[in-house]
């Protein structure tokens, strides 16, 4: 109810850790000038303050986004993307040794490869100091999700695949009759795939519009509008790369929990975001001071 198990889900991310895999997103825009452009050393995607950030780095970072179901595209825009954060990381680490956080017994006793990213983490917690998040804030979040809602919410379940000929295949097995969570394990490569396909009760105003369907891309928000209690996608549904076949489980009213039983959930997700923006702006300034060679 009220997308809950959402927000109890952005709450347990709030950790120096969880942070770490935010700053793949970190803009350089803003880094100090850099000497004339050189070319880099061979085997580097960058050059930190003289410390070469390996090309075996990046690969790695794109193999795991590639892993985790995500279906991304080895891209230019993506290895950008990635190499950003892998600059704030190195920037992060140098600043954190600076600071001798390598010497602290946590650092030490992780494993080799995990040093630097609790080194970092102990970095930031020690560094990052978001706003405090006040009362008002908590209500008007409250009433912004509220706003958001329609008057029924939906229960659904979703297999993705990656391409068009795998999706048909499957969805002629669940229209044979074979159960359709069985088969978003064996074949999906979302996330929810190992939970069967099920996703957390949803609700949005129908018909669904862009930007108000609390995350979900427009045409699976619109497929599950469409679709009676127990009802399965005729086609696939294409979203990009991906092809997705939906089932709605359930239909029902939408079921708002009062303030008071929700206040302390709320809170918690607008603390996550306050500790990212606060990481954020803390990297941006590291970043600032830093020479940069791309």
């Known amino acids: ?30 880094a100090s000038d850099s000497p004339a452009p050189t070319a880099l050393p061979a085997g580097a995607v960058a050059v930190v303050n003289g410390v070469a950030v390996p090309t075996s780095l990046l690969d790695d970072a794109v193999r795991r986004v590639s892993a985790n179901g995500a279906q991304q595209p080895d891209t230019p825009q993506l290895r950008q993307m990635l190499t950003s954060g892998l600059i704030a990381r190195e ?51 409250y009433d912004a999700l509220v706003a958001s809602l329609g008057k029924d919410e939906f229960k659904a379940r979703i297999i993705t695949v990656g391409d068009e000929a795998t999706a048909r295949k499957v969805l002629a097995q669940v229209k044979a009759g074979e159960p359709f969570d069985a088969l978003a394990k ?86 996550v975001l306050a500790l990212q923006k606060a990481a954020a702006a803390f990297t941006a300034a590291q970043i600032r001071g830093a020479t940069i060679q791309q």
């Open 1 to 30: 109810m009220f997308c809950l198990e959402r927000m109890k889900g952005a709450a347990r991310v709030a950790t120096m850790a969880g942070l770490l895999g935010g700053l793949f997103g970190v803009p350089l825009a803003h």
């Open 91 to 141: 920037v992060l680490r140098q600043g954190a040794e600076q600071a001798h956080y390598d010497q602290k017994p946590e650092v030490k006793q992780a494993p080799a490869q995990a040093k630097i990213d609790t080194e970092v983490r102990l970095y930031l917690a020690d560094h990052v100091h978001p706003d405090a998040v006040t009362d008002a804030q908590v209500r008007s979040r």
């Open 186 to 271: 064996a074949y999906s490569v979302a996330a929810t795939g190992a939970q069967g396909g099920e996703m957390p009760w949803m609700s949005f105003p129908v018909p669904a519009a862009e930007g108000k369907t609390q995350g979900l891309p427009l045409p699976i928000a619109r497929t599950i509008a469409q679709l009676p209690a127990g009802g399965i996608t005729p086609q696939p549904v294409q979203i990009g790369n991906a092809w997705v076949i939906v089932k709605l489980d359930a239909k029902r009213p939408t079921q708002i929990p009062p303030f008071e039983q929700v206040k302390d959930t709320v809170k918690a997700q607008l603390e």
